[in-house]
């Protein structure tokens, strides 16, 4: 039996509707990936992106960057939030996360903002809840939040870490209450494949259980009357693990899979955000 326009929420029809066109803009992404690629500088390799491909992706060195404590990244980002807000920096979005959100090469972001990036390597939910007065001065338009792996790969439940982003999510609405804030989903990772240096811990938190942590997330998301940005179809292979492609150890990401980031960011931000007046 077919199902009609009087069952079927509207709500669910722009939702998926929303997710075909970040999976149409994958696909258009990795056909031109080379071209994009040598734009931008950071690819070398002569080789079209191939999504079967078994070749071994090296790490990148990170350099001093990754030798800093917690409390130097703190410092820097709290020095960096001061002058957005001393300048009133307009058209300001804020990735607010972990590793994977420091690491966005700034070459990537979408060009028609200014950025303030206040991820840190490692952050947990609970991290990033205690400093997200930093930018409290800021006048962002958007807010983007990405939290949450490292808090499983630590042994947190489930249950402790969506409270934490329940807390997230209505500090962020009442500090800044023009901003829209948009709640990223958590990635999955490369499984069996996985080389980063936890391997065994997060192994031992399985793609699935990220799946069902994300759609209590969104739940979470709807109730507190702010946007999902649901990444984690973007990102798997057939297997629902981490594409090969796409990542340089299993949990961060290559320069290929911040391009898929950047289009759904993108084309996100053309669909569910308004720009503010």
Same mark, same amino acid.
């Given at each position: 039996?077919?199902?009609?326009?009087?069952?079927?929420?509207?709500?669910?029809?722009?939702?998926?509707?929303? *997710?075909?066109?970040?999976?149409?803009?994958?696909? =258009?992404?990795?056909?031109?990936?080379?071209?994009?690629?040598?734009?931008?500088?950071?690819? /070398?390799?002569?080789? #079209?992106?191939?999504?079967?491909?078994?070749?071994?992706?090296?790490?990148?060195?990170?350099?001093?960057?990754?030798? @800093? /404590?917690?409390?130097?990244?703190?410092?820097? =980002?709290?020095?960096?939030?001061?002058?957005?807000?001393?300048?009133?920096?307009?058209?300001?979005?804020?990735?607010?996360?972990?590793?994977?959100?420091?690491?966005?090469? #700034?070459?990537?972001?979408?060009?028609?903002? *200014?950025?303030?990036?206040?991820?840190?390597?490692?952050?947990?939910?609970?991290?990033? =809840?205690?400093?997200?007065?930093?930018?409290?001065?800021?006048?962002?338009?958007?807010?983007?939040?990405?939290?949450?792996?490292?808090?499983?790969?630590?042994?947190?439940?489930?249950?402790?870490? @969506?409270?934490?982003?329940?807390?997230?999510?209505?500090?962020?609405? $009442?500090?800044?209450? &023009?901003?829209?804030?948009?709640?990223?989903?958590?990635? %999955?990772?490369?499984?069996?494949?996985? /080389?980063? $240096?936890?391997?065994?811990?997060?192994?031992?938190?399985?793609?699935?259980?990220?799946?069902?942590?994300?759609?209590?997330?969104?739940?979470?998301?709807? &109730? $507190?009357?702010?946007?999902?940005?649901?990444?984690?179809?973007?990102?798997?292979?057939?297997?629902?693990?981490?594409?090969?492609?796409?990542?340089?150890?299993?949990?961060?990401?290559? %320069?290929?899979?911040?391009?898929?980031?950047?289009?759904?960011?993108?084309?996100?931000?053309?669909?569910?955000? &308004?720009?503010?007046?």
């Amino acid at each position: 039996m077919s199902t009609s326009f009087k069952t079927f929420p509207i709500w669910a029809f722009f939702s998926l509707l929303t *997710n075909g066109i970040l999976m149409l803009a994958v696909i =258009l992404l990795i056909w031109q990936q080379q071209r994009l690629a040598a734009f931008f500088g950071i690819i /070398t390799s002569p080789e #079209p992106i191939n999504l079967n491909s078994d070749r071994q992706i090296v790490t990148p060195d990170l350099g001093r960057r990754h030798q @800093l /404590t917690y409390q130097q990244w703190v410092d820097i =980002l709290k020095q960096e939030a001061k002058v957005a807000a001393d300048q009133r920096t307009r058209h300001l979005s804020i990735l607010a996360g972990d590793s994977l959100s420091l690491w966005f090469p #700034p070459e990537l972001l979408p060009e028609d903002k *200014n950025w303030l990036n206040q991820g840190i390597s490692g952050e947990t939910s609970n991290g990033l =809840l205690k400093r997200l007065k930093i930018f409290d001065r800021t006048q962002p338009e958007v807010i983007f939040v990405m939290i949450g792996i490292n808090d499983l790969i630590e042994g947190m439940s489930d249950g402790v870490i @969506l409270d934490n982003q329940r807390q997230i999510i209505s500090y962020l609405r $009442k500090a800044h209450p &023009k901003a829209q804030i948009v709640v990223q989903s958590i990635l %999955p990772h490369g499984a069996e494949q996985a /080389t980063w $240096k936890g391997r065994d811990k997060l192994l031992a938190v399985g793609n699935s259980r990220i799946r069902e942590f994300n759609q209590q997330l969104q739940s979470i998301s709807t &109730k $507190k009357g702010v946007k999902y940005l649901d990444l984690y179809p973007l990102f798997t292979n057939k297997q629902g693990n981490l594409r090969r492609e796409f990542t340089t150890d299993g949990l961060h990401l290559s %320069p290929e899979g911040y391009i898929v980031w950047r289009s759904a960011l993108q084309i996100y931000s053309e669909i569910e955000l &308004k720009p503010q007046r």
